[in-house]
């Protein structure tokens, strides 16, 4: 077993191998895979039997239409069994987001004992068919729980996670009062993320995405790194596009020094493989979790890592493509301040709890901002389809003139990626790269005093009225570089 101490929830308990424990609506829980044990303490003024009373109904709500409950009385307190129980989605509402399938039917042992004002409450959720070891290393955790005693407690504050663009709350988490904290939401790439910082005086905890996208098209390999929204090429001289988990580290070792001005170094990383999801139709998924260790000057930097990877070749010319997908959790502290820090970050980590309502609605803006990209694309490679051109030559038979055009589609994906467009100005026939994120479907004009740029501005607004009134001329558009708009 191993010791867990949360001193912002002011709870210490020991753990066997493969158990988590968080926090939620004033319940310590610990979980294994997808049974879920909930620990907390009842204010129980009318005695027992009342408290016991009012639990069953609140259970029995929560427990779906095929529960039965048996309770007996022990000279403890009481114990309650139910059989046919749905999954406790309320301990843990993010789940309902979770993409593998979850358990049907639970068990559940309800546990109540203590003394005459203030009752111990225990619920084992175990899933049909799990292991009698693990219910008996459930007991053992929770007979081992301890609270800690005022002085060994951290005051701590519920911060709300506003999100402007979605209009729900990314989720709620606690931290200590003297803490600064700030979440926002970003576009990571096409997907649609959220991202917080926590900043103390003895340390900083914050959730960082890194995404490694590389495509091969005609034997030209192009790579795109987008660091917490921020996509740029790989640069010259850092070396081969990433192939393997364990090249991560040098990676963020090198991100984290442009960020910081400070060599990093690395540690041995610790990689545990984990099932891969779906990686589509041409390649092969990899998923792994793991740890790492850096340290520049008197700072130590440890990182959490879950990454999801994919990759494969799409024909026989050898047009292949690859993508690494990273979530960190990134804790600074100073040299040997680690296990006085750890506590508390423990209890910030734990807390968390993000919104389902928002998740879905970030899914939604993913699947939305992916959609009309394809659509995009599709109309592209139609309207090629049919301008195709032929070219012949002595040796040869006719062959379609595959390079130029698969060098625009390499080009249309490296400017999607990057977060960049081409404009042209109608009268001059000038070419401009500019920034602008795919999804946004607004137009840039042009000064036609100045030749200043503007943009960008949403179409058929009143801002675009009075601009095309003042004379101002909207830049042509195009992702690929050609077929101006």
């Excluded at 926590?198 to 995404?211: A, I, P, S």
């Excluded at 595959?402 to 000038?430: C, H, K, M, V």
């Amino acid at each position: 077993m191993h010791v867990y101490r949360d001193a912002l929830h002011g709870y210490e308990i020991e753990l066997l191998p493969g158990w988590l424990t968080l926090v939620h609506h004033n319940l310590i829980l610990l979980r294994k895979a997808h049974m879920w044990v909930a620990v907390g303490a009842i204010q129980a003024p009318q005695g027992l039997a009342a408290a016991a009373s009012q639990l069953l109904t609140q259970l029995q709500n929560v427990s779906g239409p095929s529960a039965r409950f048996y309770q007996r009385s022990t000279p403890q307190g009481l114990t309650m069994v139910a059989d046919g129980v749905s999954y406790p989605f309320f301990l843990n509402p993010i789940e309902v987001m979770s993409q593998e399938p979850l358990p049907q039917q639970y068990r559940l042992i309800g546990e109540l004992f203590g003394g005459q004002t203030t009752l111990m409450l225990t619920l084992f959720y175990l899933p049909m068919g799990t292991p009698l070891s693990w219910l008996q290393e459930a007991r053992q955790s929770v007979a081992r729980l301890r609270f800690l005693p005022a002085d060994q407690r951290v005051p701590y504050q519920a911060v709300l996670l506003p999100d402007p663009y979605l209009g729900v709350p990314y989720g709620m988490l606690h931290v200590p009062i003297t803490a600064q904290i700030q979440g926002f939401p970003l576009r990571q790439g096409h997907k649609y993320c959220y991202r917080w910082e926590v900043k103390e005086r003895h340390f900083g905890l914050r959730l960082d995405f890194v995404d490694v996208q590389t495509q091969v098209v005609m034997g030209q390999s192009m790579t795109l790194i987008t660091y917490n929204g921020n996509s740029q090429p790989w640069p010259n001289g850092w070396g081969p596009p990433l192939q393997q988990p364990t090249q991560l580290g040098a990676l963020l070792a090198q991100l984290w020094q442009l960020e910081t001005g400070q060599s990093w170094q690395l540690g041995q990383p610790e990689i545990h493989p984990l099932p891969p999801l779906n990686a589509g139709p041409f390649g092969q998924g990899m998923a792994w979790q793991g740890t790492l260790q850096a340290s520049a000057g008197r700072w130590q930097r440890y990182v959490e890592m879950q990454c999801y990877g994919a990759g494969g070749v799409f024909d026989w010319l050898g047009n292949a493509y690859g993508q690494l997908n990273s979530q960190l959790k990134v804790l600074d502290v100073p040299q040997g301040d680690l296990a006085a820090v750890l506590p508390v970050v423990r209890g910030i980590l734990g807390s968390l709890q993000p919104s389902p309502e928002w998740a879905f609605r970030a899914h939604q803006e993913f699947v939305s901002t992916n959609r009309r990209i394809n659509q995009q694309l599709a109309a592209y490679l139609s309207q090629r389809r049919q301008a195709r051109t032929y070219t012949s030559s002595p040796s040869s038979s006719d062959t379609y003139a595959t390079e130029p055009f698969s060098s625009e589609i390499a080009r249309a994906w490296s400017n999607a990626l990057s977060d960049q467009t081409y404009l042209r100005d109608p009268e001059t026939g000038d070419v401009l790269r500019v920034y602008k994120k795919v999804w946004d479907e607004g137009r840039f004009w042009k000064d036609p005093t100045w030749g200043d740029l503007y943009g960008t501005v949403e179409r058929g607004s009143d801002l675009e009225r009075d601009l095309h009134q003042a004379g101002w001329q909207p830049m042509q558009e195009s992702i690929w570089g050609t077929d101006w708009q």
